[in-house]
């Protein structure tokens, strides 16, 4: 059973705010009217085969191309070397105030490759399968290398060097919080001192659609043109016009077309989208490109994977007075586009979570290895953060005998706290309730009850264990303002503010578009109800537009939970100007002063006499005829915003899972899993709802299914949906869900964010569950993905060393 809650009884009755209206857009997606890339077809279209490195490390010492050129159907196979003219891809977002050493990939690898997977060789021909042929057909000499794949031991002296400017395969370091001799003074004074090291392992991330990208040059104009499965176009076009192919931006247009998800993914530049450029203009024919699954996984970005070692510092009635963080990051082959702000930024700036902890330090190393790529993934940062000092309070309670509900109490921040600066360079928390969540949730799932029973099944040697597991999560949304994430601040290349333009055209229909753009996320409905609720139009008269750099204003596209908080409040700001001019229009066809026009209904009226009102419609045809318009104003209705909020928001929330595991087979059974969550407040509790479902999904995922693995050698041994875990709709709950609702002081709005939460709250609540089951065995912690053998086999090496000490 699925609950909300509406929004407080104090808010204004509303058409459309709030309401759980189905999404618009998901009619055509489901019929197949949608319209992907690979769907696209365009006259004379060609298509792209790359040849790829079988070797993680290796020097390229011939390549031969020969055979591959007179095979039937190719109209072309070409080399590195062939694209010397266009730029290394760039890293956008450099981790701010330290150094960076920055190595990033190239169209195609020249001299050296650093993964398996690696594109060095690419042709194209009149069908993918001539394509598929012909790169078979080439002939690649390697010189293979040492490799290393894990983020702790690629720094270890004698390890294998992937690049000259990074010793150590050492991208950066980076730290925060109190100084370290502070925070070591603060450990030794602790009445309890707990170590342990953490790893968040890595994922890939499985969108159920691949990457992919269309390229055109037109001779006639010099323009470009860019289909490709983007979450920001705009920022690609910026990228590679002016840093990759050293083009006016103005001669490429990029146009993002239905996304198949996201999860962070397609977020990047990637090497194909100037690679298919490049080749439709050598031969003269649009050339499309598209991963297959195994593709996906070897090069596309994964997620997560740091080791951290944790030192904690607590009295003994469980307050958290210490918290020493040392994390080794890996980034691996080369850096993607904001991959250093990742570990940095929105993970080490976040590792307070919801609780006051004095003293605080963070050391971040973020190593190269020969590996993917990683970057952000669903949550980015903040799953990490998060999984971490849940962890720590769990540790905390095993450590000091105190209920790991009790050690969380203890240390939240109360609601009068707020803003609350944490002490480790984020921004201050903008507002919170922590104990209301964290109370609802415990009352929901029954939680001293659900304590009774474990204690009677540990009696009972019950051949269930009963595990609860608590997860109270803070995360940062619509991270902003441009002044603290940029260069001068955190380092990102840009702003991060975001754009949205509305026209009521002269029938009275509206156009609002926008600079974020979907991927599963139902922004066509949600903006909708934002444009209908505050113009009093039926929703059917709006029509949401995105994706088109040559139809939308400039934005910074969709991703962190920015959508709303930011993109959406560029939308309100626009349709409070256009209110504003309509106010004015009105006043002046009732001969009324604009001080006096209520706008109510889609209609404008004077205070008192609602019969002689003008609808929307009636005012957009006088501004579009500009027949009688007030002296100096200009005619149409038409407003754009760009909007850089003051402060990030901050939601938040807990959630509590409960399992079962069986003592003979370490199987994990999922018996309940409730999630009170607070995102301010909520323009469709559908969506919210079908957010929270998906994140939940890939969080206890993390927990107990999926896992990237490398050989030693570098190679991806979980490189096929075979091989990579992945939960079907059977190996997750029933989703118990509920909200509170604490509207962020940030945006007029009171929007938080609701994308990544249950990606970041779930992880933590599952493994804590499995971990809390295991306690009577003594086990204090296993690395995820906890998986049944996995589980039984820590149970019974426990057990065997008990009766080995006995």
């Known amino acids: 059973m ?3 809650s509406e929004l407080p009884e104090t808010a204004p009755e509303t058409r459309y705010i709030g309401k759980p209206i189905k999404r618009r857009e998901d009619p055509r997606l489901m019929t197949g009217q949608g319209s992907f890339l690979d769907d696209i077809r365009l006259p004379g279209m060609s298509y792209a085969e790359v040849v790829r490195s079988p070797y993680a490390h290796a020097n390229i010492k011939m390549i031969d191309t020969g055979a591959a050129k007179s095979m039937p159907g190719v109209l072309g196979v070409f080399t590195g070397d062939d694209f010397m003219d266009i730029n290394p891809l760039p890293c956008a977002w450099q981790a701010g105030k330290v150094t960076n050493n920055v190595n990033t990939p190239r169209v195609l690898a020249v001299d050296k490759v650093c993964q398996v997977g690696d594109p060095v ?10 394509a598929r042929d012909a790169a078979a057909a080439v002939d690649v000499d390697y010189e293979e290398l040492p490799a290393v794949t894990d983020a702790k031991a690629t720094t270890a002296d004698g390890a ?3 690049h000259e400017n990074a010793p150590n395969n050492i991208v950066l370091t980076w730290e925060c919080g109190t100084d370290a001799d502070s925070v070591d003074a603060a450990l030794k004074a602790a009445d309890v001192h707990v170590t342990e090291e953490i790893r968040n392992q890595r994922l890939i991330p499985t969108a159920i659609e691949t990457r992919g990208s269309i390229g055109r040059y037109d001779p006639g104009t010099d323009e470009y043109t860019l289909w490709e499965t983007s979450q920001c176009p705009h920022v690609h076009r910026l990228l590679l016009a002016a840093f990759v192919m050293n083009i006016p931006e103005h001669k490429l247009r990029v146009i993002a077309p239905d996304i198949g998800g996201g999860f962070g993914q397609k977020i990047f530049l990637y090497w194909d989208m100037p690679l298919v450029l490049a080749l439709a203009k050598k031969v003269g024919r649009p050339v499309k490109y598209v991963e297959d699954r195994s593709s996906n996984y070897l090069t596309a970005t994964h997620g997560r994977d740091h080791v951290t070692d944790v ?7 469980g307050h958290i007075t210490a918290l020493k963080v040392k994390t080794w990051a890996n980034l691996g082959a080369y850096l993607s586009t904001i991959a250093p702000g990742i570990p940095t930024t929105l993970y080490g700036r976040m590792v307070a979570g919801c609780y006051k902890i004095p003293n605080i330090h963070v050391d971040v190393v973020a190593t190269y290895s020969n590996t993917a790529m990683v970057d952000a993934y669903r949550g980015a940062g903040r799953p990490e953060a998060a999984y971490l000092v849940e962890r720590v309070c769990d540790l905390v309670a095993h450590a000091t005998g105190v209920d790991p509900a009790e050690v969380r109490r203890r240390n939240f921040i109360q609601p009068e706290d707020f803003p609350y600066d944490t002490g480790v360079g984020m921004l201050p928390y903008d507002s919170g309730n922590y104990e209301q969540a964290f109370d609802r949730a415990l009352e929901q799932v029954g939680y001293k009850e659900l304590r009774a029973e474990q204690q009677r099944r540990r009696r009972n040697s019950d051949p269930k264990l009963l595990g609860i597991g608590l997860s109270s999560y803070v995360e940062v949304c ?11 601040g955190e380092g990102w290349g840009a702003g991060l503010w975001e754009s949205a333009n509305v026209r009521v055209h002269l029938t009275g229909k509206i156009v609002a578009t926008t600079g974020s753009l979907p991927h599963g996320q139902g922004h066509e409905t949600s903006f909708s109800q934002l444009v209908a609720e505050e113009l009093g139009v039926p929703i059917e008269d709006v029509e949401i537009q995105h994706g088109d750099t040559a139809g939308t204003p400039f934005g910074f596209g969709t991703y962190g939970s920015r959508s709303l ?9 626009s349709l409070q100007k256009v209110k504003e001019k309509a106010r004015r229009i009105a006043a002046h066809m009732l001969e009324a002063s604009p001080e006096d026009i209520v706008w109510e209904n889609g209609k404008a009226h004077v205070k008192g006499s609602p019969e002689q009102a003008k609808t929307l419609g009636e005012i957009a045809l006088q501004a579009s005829v500009a027949y009688d318009l007030p002296d100096g104003m200009e005619p149409y209705l038409d407003e754009t915003t760009y909007y850089d909020p003051p402060n990030c928001t901050f939601p938040f929330g807990t959630h509590v899972c409960v399992v079962e595991i069986d003592r003979e087979t370490g199987e994990i059974a999922l018996r309940r899993y409730v999630a009170v969550d607070d995102v301010g407040n909520v323009v469709n509790p559908l969506i919210v709802d079908g957010q929270l479902h998906g994140g939940i999904a890939q969080g206890l995922s993390q927990a107990l299914y999926e896992g990237a693995v490398y050989a030693e050698n570098g190679e991806l041994l979980t490189g096929t949906m075979n091989d ?8 997750v709950p029933t989703y118990e869900l509920d909200r509170t609702v604490t509207p962020s002081p ?5 929007v938080k964010g609701a994308g990544e939460a249950g990606t970041i709250a779930a992880t933590p609540a599952v493994a804590n569950a499995v971990l809390d089951a295991l306690r009577p065995f003594g086990i204090e912690n296993l690395d995820m993905p906890l998986t049944p053998p996995k589980v039984w086999a820590a149970m019974h090496h426990a057990a065997g060393a008990a009766q080995a000490a006995d």
Do not use: F, H
């Not at 030192?311 to 009635?317: C, R, S």
């Not at 930011?566 to 309100?572: D, F, P, T």
């Not at 990579?724 to 190996?731: D, H, I, K, L």
């Not at 940030?746 to 009171?750: E, F, K, V």
């Open 2 to 4: 699925t609950t909300t």
């Open 121 to 130: 060789a690419v042709v194209v021909a009149e069908t993918p399968y001539q």
């Open 160 to 162: 294998p060097q992937l």
């Open 311 to 317: 030192e904690i510092g607590a009295t003994n009635d």
């Open 478 to 488: 619509g991270v902003a303002p441009s002044k603290w994430i940029g260069l001068p």
């Open 565 to 573: 908080a930011v993109g959406g409040i560029a939308m309100y700001k």
């Open 724 to 731: 990579y875990a992945m939960p079907r709709a059977s190996m």
């Open 746 to 750: 940030t945006n007029p709005m009171g």
